[in-house]
């Protein structure tokens, strides 16, 4: 009885082909996504405190 075997490099080399075929659509055609910017529903937002110093009066950077 003959024995058939899978060959091995082939199977690689063929993946290795549809890989870089997939790697080429994607260069040539980037996934894009539209992004959805929501608006602030009250502007105060925009008028927002200043934030203080964390560190504790008297110090400074050195």
């Known amino acids: 009885m003959a024995r058939s075997s899978i060959n091995q490099r082939a199977i690689e080399k063929h993946l290795k082909e549809i890989a870089k075929g997939y ?31 964390a560190r504790p009066a008297g110090q400074r950077c050195a």
């Open 23 to 53: 790697e080429r659509a994607a260069r040539r055609n980037p996934i894009r996504l539209p992004l959805k910017l929501r608006q602030p529903q009250n502007h105060r937002s925009l008028d927002r405190p200043k934030l203080r110093d």
